[in-house]
């Protein structure tokens, strides 16, 4: 009873200060409108090295660790890139690619809004900073444990209107195309698949050499997808953006206007017509209303549009067969006599160029360059309006030091798909030889052509969020040496999707609490009380202290006057963080809330019925109850050091941490039995508790260098980080010690240990029983636990998959000016990981395509020197499963930009409506340093990888 | 910028705080919900309903020598070619049986808190017939549960699976030892017999007059409320008539050879259960003359009154003709690929050489004057009504379809991957012709499953009887083996012309008799999902090569030449007469034994 009472105290207290901050906010807001502005003595621009943190920016020099940050404002000057988060591991530590320190999520916020990542160009961008520490996101809450990005748009300054223009065009070259194999060799290899089996030849030898000859490709198809009939090598993208900012002391405004349009390969079809366009409008005032009162609005919109033709191309490449069927067949072909043919493709709607019609079989009653012809199209509308506003009020009135400011923020997005889907014919033509001419003697009609002309609307979906924060801030000084700063933050977002009945909140108290002595020694806490509605009462807050101790020895006395040494900056923090992140349910139907309970259902039953037509839903447990369901916690250590030296020569930045995930939630299976859970009707008696642990251990760091070499301007950064992942806790029970997930990377690949192929039948007779049917040329695997069969006890951990990014990710960028020219390069690189060669394209069974690696199978005669298992037309279920056979590294190092600028000098433009012209080339993705390059630039069922080059102008008027 | 203000003022008010402090309502409710809403105790019933260990397609007859299947993906290939396992194994009924077990005793232990109906009489009605219910479902879900999974260990013992008969809960002590086999049957029998005391024979609306006494004795006059609660709206349910035949089928395995010598059950027992079912149809004279075809007579199925069975049927599903579902799935899976199906269950030669010859003698006697040459002329009747065979005619055109490897099209031997036949057939059993897979024309027809049919139970007596009396021998009944065999026989068109006289040959001779009966029992009963356990139960070779039919076409006179062809080689090993306990179970639990060998 007390506990209660004194959780619900502090759940009243936060709710209280929330509604506290709203009302004052509105009323300050409303009154902030109507007044005058008062002159005001001190407006300032923002010192350019301050850095945003959690609500609040502080100079980069006091930075503690555990938060790097990114100046994209300068680096877009000479680095024109097209993705708000392009290639960001190139220039800080700590962040990989897709993750913050090996964490599989992590929260991006734009001007301390969630939003996407995507949805923000890096024209709009002054700055990204990647909090990476448990430290450095205590004071965000719940949903923000696993790190954040935060996104600052670019502002407004005093004093200065400035316009500028961007254009660029661009295009997109693909680096390579899968090889697959043309008809004739895929029709001899099935041949030798079909023999391996036991079973006839399926193509005639006469047929083979008629593929092969090309003479009839109608009669005798070969369809090469990566033909320049259909695709072309190049897409294209072109942008122009403008910008306009200025003002005074009193108001200041940024705006951002841009447009992308990108248009796709295709020669063919609707297809032809595939593109993708994007309008934004952007913008911000910063209004200073008087000396004690500030404000600011941000408003965004995007609008997008992609245009697309009905299916789904790169898909169907990599499954269709060469030869199954001629998708386009002249009307030339049918004899001229034949009436019943004639009069079926008169009655076609889809005659292409006049002359040819659509083929097909009634095997492949449909393909992809019919669909791209005939079967509609597609168009799909986003949009997304953003808008937020804010104030800071200095409460120097009340007490000197003190302020306050609040943030709202609503963002409403839409998208949905129209489309047009039309049904269509396809004619299948039955071939004879007349005179030695080919003809076709009959043609057989598959399906109807049907235009409904009725736009179908699908895929409508919208999200809304709304955010708001409020936060008092304390600053003040003795002695100018004891220097002391306090916030206290009251925080909540939620955000709302269509058809989903739950929301996604976030709602804490956040308390900063940081000291140093003259700079020199620095004390930071900070802590956050959080709630989530996600558990049971009583459990729903949490209290995440995390402790800063930081030390600047560049002040100490022994190295005050260094020569060498301008900064060096020790920290260490330890922490401990509470998140509902992890806490969802198996079953995304049912949502993440009241897990913690008892729950039967009988509105998502299973329908089930007795005599024919009577139908009711079945009630069904859901999970059994666990009130004890909590938080998971991070806990982490963490020490950094920072240093300058050489009169900033050289700047580095390095961190090591470690930290544990604790208490993930599952639904315990080793504890249970099986059939405490069914899929069908969805039904469970588990409880879901606290019980997983993942640890994670690391270091980051960048270092930079920069420095005047006779007229150039030379600047080099490296940067790596590291991450060993464990999985410390698991729910499992194994015969054998090397099964345990535990003790592995909680990426782990596993699989079977291949021993070659199987040389021959004694050699299968003599092997541990496969479990499968096997004869020589299929591959052999290791008995792990020796009981004489294999089976998935026998699979071993073989390799990290990089879920979250490869073990250890490294950059390096170089900057070269001379004179009005600057020289931009850009290299990324990723160590450590292993990948699995499983999909269509290496794993071809039955009737899949066949592509150029199974000219290595394994036959009687080459059993050698075989790189693959010998061809089956069967399931191929023992080569063809997870092992070390199909394994390869991933390690990697990209060149991931070349950009040449030249700022035209502005001597030249004197007198000139515009100021400043500069222009660019530049080269993304162009190449890849890599023992297993081609298998790393193959895209086999996507659109493949592409290498991207641009030119660009800009001008300042 | 006014409305700005005042949106900001106002969203935060009108956002309430669902999900942010407190989670949104949600329809979160307790089990004792049940008590005041009897759908939503139905509800738990129902699982156990929705839960019936029948299958509407043949999948695990393409695992005996009965067919192959061409999907080289299907689960029940890879085991019939070696992948069976303990911790892969397709015919597991761990999961769902024990389950809807769970479900069924939730159900016991709550019904009779539950206010079925506002009236105590009319209330204790309902409580009966749903208990009655949940009785009859366990027995039967235990049987499939026993049937998968009952076998012995390594100390010699016959065991069955831990009998629970109490809802579990997680702190519930699962770590239990399995019961006997015995001990299982007797939980089976228990079970049904309190459900045969609940439940009616059949549901039907009835007049005053014939109220059942004890329901008259507590004070039930109006049949109105009787037919409330046991009329024609419940038809379809489990009933005393089908529990009593899931009882002679429960005794049929328990004294089958695989399991006699660990059980005390007998062939007499299994004679007298089943004798106790066809009894009420009164013997052989109640054969259905059509039942043979029971999923293709069409006017008897587009007629059947809602939930009302043919004179073949005990228990079956619902029908349904919708053209996404059960009304062509069939079809869309089995028919040739040149009338749009995929072709997937092949029956195999093996089955084919099953089918007698018309004149009732095997092919492989002098008598039965099979001709190679033409191998399906003049044989059983069935055969062709069963199996597509090359030159027969399927789909609502009676299309001719070719098998043979002269053909033009998919439907030829090995055509094409995963749509041709791998054997040379094409299934016909279970299909309608009159629907069609064509995707311009998509025509459905009704199709039910049959759970428990009537000759399933005279085969069960004949069986049965066969051991327990001889082949003509009575026992304290009306018929003898011989007699059902003859029936059904008759019914098929064996033996028409000369009196059956195959039959007669062997009706002196027990042993011919089980393997005439056993024969029978394949044929009737193929693709019913039967035969896989009814190898097992005999003890019969489970490694019979699937072989096929592949057909060839004389170049100078145009004559065909038949070549048997080995299609497919089985893996099993002695130890799968019995299936395993789940691999995954037996590691949690050290009480759990895994039979021999798994």
């Not at chain 2, 006059?221 to 035949?245: F, K, L, P, S």
């Not at chain 2, 003509?472 to 007699?483: E, F, L, P």
Request: aromatic share 12%; proline share 3%; net charge neutral.
């Amino acid at each position: 009873m007390l506990i209660t009472n004194e959780y619900t105290m502090k759940q009243i207290q936060i709710r209280f200060i929330i509604c506290v901050m709203f009302a004052f906010s509105s009323f300050h807001f409303v009154e902030a409108q109507t007044t005058t502005a008062n002159e005001t003595d001190s407006t300032k621009n923002a010192n350019n090295s301050m850095v945003q943190v959690a609500y609040r920016k502080v100079p980069q020099s006091n930075l503690l660790g555990g938060v790097s940050v990114v100046n994209i404002e300068e680096l877009t000057k000479k680095n024109y890139s097209t993705y708000s988060l392009d290639n960001m591991q190139g220039y800080v530590g700590g962040w990989n690619g897709n993750s913050l320190w090996g964490m599989d999520d992590y929260l991006v916020l734009v001007d301390g809004v969630p939003r996407d990542a995507n949805n923000v160009s890096p024209t709009e961008i002054e700055q990204i900073t990647f909090l990476k520490g448990a430290s450095a996101v205590v004071l965000y809450g719940s949903r923000a444990a696993k790190g954040v990005v935060y996104i600052s748009t670019k502002r407004g300054k005093a004093g200065e209107f400035k316009v500028s223009a961007r254009a660029n065009q661009g295009m997109n070259v693909a680096k390579s195309y899968p090889k697959y194999l043309g008809s004739s060799e895929y029709m001899t290899l099935y041949n030798e698949a079909r023999a391996n089996d036991g079973l006839s030849a399926q193509y005639s030898a006469n047929d083979i050499y008629n593929s092969g000859s090309g003479n009839n490709p109608y009669r005798y198809p070969n369809v090469d997808f990566y033909s320049s009939d259909y695709i072309k090598k190049t897409s294209n993208r072109s942008d122009l953006t403008a910008e306009i900012s200025g003002g005074n002391d009193r108001a200041r405004f940024y705006t951002n206007i841009g447009y992308i349009g990108v248009d796709d390969v295709f020669k063919f079809g609707e297809a032809k017509n595939n593109s993708t366009n994007r309008l934004n409008v952007r913008g911000n005032i910063d209004l200073t209303i008087n000396r004690y009162i500030k404000a600011h609005v941000n408003a965004n919109a995007t609008f997008y549009n992609s245009l697309s033709a009905k299916g789904d191309y790169w898909k169907a490449a990599s499954t269709l067969r060469p030869n199954r069927v001629s998708p386009l067949i002249p009307l030339s072909y049918i004899e001229k006599n034949d009436v019943n043919s004639l009069t079926l493709t008169d009655n076609s709607a889809n005659i292409i160029d006049g002359k040819y019609f659509l083929g097909g079989t009634k095997v492949d009653t449909t393909n992809i360059y019919a669909d791209y012809y005939a079967a509609g199209r597609s168009k799909w509308t986003s949009r997304q309006f953003q808008f937020d506003t804010g104030i800071d009020i200095d409460l120097v009135r009340v007490l000197k030091g003190l302020s306050f400011s609040t943030q709202f923020a609503v963002d409403y997005a839409t998208s949905y798909t129209t489309s047009y889907d039309n049904r269509f014919a396809v004619y299948s033509p039955s071939w004879t030889s007349y005179n030695g001419k080919d003809v076709i003697a009959s043609l057989t009609k598959i399906n109807n052509d049907k235009k409904s002309g009725v736009q179908n609307i699908s895929g409508s979906s919208d999200k809304q969020t709304i955010e708001f924060s409020g936060q008092l801030n304390y600053v003040t000084s003795i002695n100018d040496s004891h220097n002391f700063s306090a916030t206290l933050v009251a925080a909540g977002y939620q955000q709302t999707q269509s058809q989903v009945y739950h929301r996604t909140s976030n709602a804490n108290l956040g308390l900063q609490l940081s000291y140093n002595y003259e700079n020199k020694y620095f004390v930071d806490f900070g802590a956050a009380e959080v709630h989530s509605a996600k558990l049971a009462e009583g459990h729903r807050n949490a209290f995440s202290p995390s402790l800063t101790l930081g030390w600047k020895l560049n002040k100490e006395g022994f190295l005050a006057n260094s020569s060498v040494v301008n900064d060096l900056t020790l920290s260490a923090s330890g922490s401990i963080l509470n998140t509902d992140l992890d806490i969802t349910s198996n079953n995304s139907k049912y949502g993440d809330y009241y897990l913690y309970n008892t729950n039967y259902n009988q509105a998502d039953g299973a329908w089930w019925g007795w005599y024919d037509g009577a139908s009711e839903h079945s009630t069904n447990s859901m999970r059994w109850e666990n009130k004890d369901l909590t938080f998971v916690k991070r806990k982490e250590f963490s020490v950094n050091a920072k240093t300058a030296l050489w009169k900033n020569l050289i700047t580095a930045d390095a961190s090591f941490f470690i930290n544990s995930m604790e208490g993930l939630i599952i639904q315990p299976s080793t504890t249970f039995p099986s059939y405490f859970s069914t899929g069908y009707p969805s039904s469970s008696f588990l409880p879901y508790v606290n019980f997983n642990n993942n640890k994670r251990i690391g270091f980051d760091f960048n270092i930079n260098l920069n420095k005047h070499i006779g007229e150039v301007d030379f600047s080099l950064g490296l940067t790596a980080t590291y991450i060993k992942t464990e999985a410390t806790k698991r729910d499992e029970y194994h015969d054998d010690a090397y099964s345990y997930r535990k003790g592995h990377a909680i990426d782990g690949v596993w699989g079977l240990k291949n021993l070659g192929f199987f040389k021959d039948a004694a050699d299968v007779a003599a092997s541990p029983d496969q479990k499968n049917p096997v004869k020589p040329g299929d591959i052999k695997y290791k008995d792990q636990n020796g009981d004489g069969v294999i089976d998935a006890n026998d699979e071993v951990y073989l390799g990290k998959s990089g879920w979250y990014g490869a073990p250890l990710t490294t950059g390096v960028n170089i900057t070269l000016k001379y004179k009005n020219f600057s020289f931009f390069a850009l290299g990324t690189g990723s160590f450590g990981a292993v990948g699995m060669k499983n999909s269509s394209y290496f794993w071809v069974s039955g009737d899949t395509k066949y592509s150029e690696v199974v000219r290595g199978r394994w036959t009687e005669a080459t059993k050698e020197t075989a790189t693959y298992p010998r061809l089956t037309t069967e399931s191929g279920n023992n080569n063809f499963r997870s092992s070390d056979f199909w394994l390869y590294k991933t390690d990697r190092f990209n060149l991931a930009k070349v950009q040449i600028t030249y700022d035209f000098p502005k001597k030249m433009l004197q007198n000139f409506v515009v100021h400043e012209i500069s222009t660019y080339i530049s080269g993304s993705n162009l190449l890849t340093l890599s023992k297993e390059r081609k298998l790393l630039e193959l895209s086999t069922a996507d659109a493949p990888q592409t290498r991207f080059y641009n030119i660009g102008f800009k001008l300042v008027f | 910028m006014k409305n700005i203000i005042k949106l900001l003022v106002l969203i935060p008010l009108l956002a309430a705080c669902d999900d942010l402090f407190t989670p949104a309502i949600e329809n979160i409710r307790p089990l004792d919900a049940m008590y005041k809403e009897p759908t939503y105790a139905q509800g738990i019933l129902a699982n156990a309903y929705i839960l019936l260990p029948y299958s509407s397609s043949p999948n695990s007859d393409a695992a005996t020598d009965d067919a192959v299947t061409n999907e080289s993906a299907s689960s029940f290939l890879k085991m019939a070619t070696g992948s069976w396992t303990s911790n892969n194994d397709p015919m597991s009924q761990w999961q769902a049986r024990k389950n809807a077990i769970q479900y069924l005793n939730i159900f016991l232990a709550n019904s009779d808190s539950v206010i079925w109906a506002k009236d105590p009489l009319i209330r204790t009605m309902y409580n009966d017939r749903l208990k009655g219910e949940a009785y009859g479902l366990r027995a039967l879900q235990m049987l499939h549960l026993l049937r998968a999974h009952g076998g012995w260990t390594a100390d010699g013992k016959l065991m069955g699976v831990p009998i629970v008969t109490l809802p579990e809960t997680p702190t519930s002590n699962f770590n239990v030892p399995r019961n006997t086999f015995q001990e299982c049957v007797k939980q089976i029998n228990d079970d049904a017999a309190t459900a045969i005391s609940l439940l009616p024979l059949d549901y039907g609306d009835i007049s005053d007059a014939n109220i059942p006494s004890k329901y008259k004795t507590l004070g039930i006059t109006n049949a109105g409320d009787y037919n409330r609660v046991n009329g024609n709206i419940m038809r379809g349910r489990i009933t005393g008539r089908i529990v009593e035949a899931i009882r002679a089928q429960t005794a049929l395995l328990a004294a089958s050879p695989a399991y006699s010598a660990g059980t005390t059950v007998t062939w007499d027992d299994a004679a007298n259960y089943a004798a106790v079912v066809l009894d009420r149809i009164n013997g052989v004279s109640g054969l259905s003359a059509t039942g043979a075809t029971w999923y293709s007579n069409a006017t008897e199925i587009s007629n059947l009154a809602s939930g009302v069975n043919p004179a073949e049927i005990i228990w079956r599903s619902g029908k349904d003709n919708s053209a996404s579902a059960g009304g062509l799935d069939l079809e869309k899976n089995n028919f040739p690929p040149s009338l749009y199906g995929k072709g997937r269950i092949n029956p195999t030669q093996n089955l084919v050489d099953a089918f007698p010859m018309v004149n009732g003698y095997p092919i492989s006697d002098p008598l039965g004057t099979y001709v190679l040459a033409t191998p399906y002329t003049n044989r059983d009747p069935r055969l062709t009504k069963y199996v597509l065979v090359n030159g027969g005619t399927q789909g609502p055109s009676n299309t001719v379809i070719t098998t043979g490897t002269f053909g033009t099209n998919n439907d030829a031997l090995n055509k094409e991957n995963g749509l041709s036949t791998r054997t040379g057939y094409y299934l016909r059993k279970l299909l309608r012709s009159d629907c069609n897979p064509d995707p311009n024309f998509n025509t459905a027809q009704f199709h039910y499953t049959a759970y428990i049919r009537y000759t399933e139970i005279f085969l069960i007596y004949a069986e049965a009887a066969n051991e327990a009396y001889g082949p003509t021998g009575k026992g304290t009944h009306n018929y003898s083996a011989y007699d059902v065999v003859k029936a059904i026989r008759a019914r098929a068109g064996v033996g028409a012309s000369n009196g059956d006289a195959y039959l007669e040959s062997v009706k002196g001779d027990k042993d011919k008799m089980r393997a005439l009966i056993r024969n029978e029992r394949r044929i009737e009963l193929c693709f019913e999902n039967k035969r896989f356990y009814d190898l097992r139960r005999w003890k019969v070779n489970l490694n019979e090569t699937a072989k096929g039919m592949q057909i060839e076409k004389q170049a100078s006179d145009g004559t065909l030449i038949y070549n048997s062809i080995d299609v497919e080689a089985r893996a099993y090993k002695d130890y799968m007469f019995y299936g395993p306990i789940p691999y995954s179970e037996t590691q949690k639990w050290s009480q759990l034994q895994q039979n021999v060998g798994w």
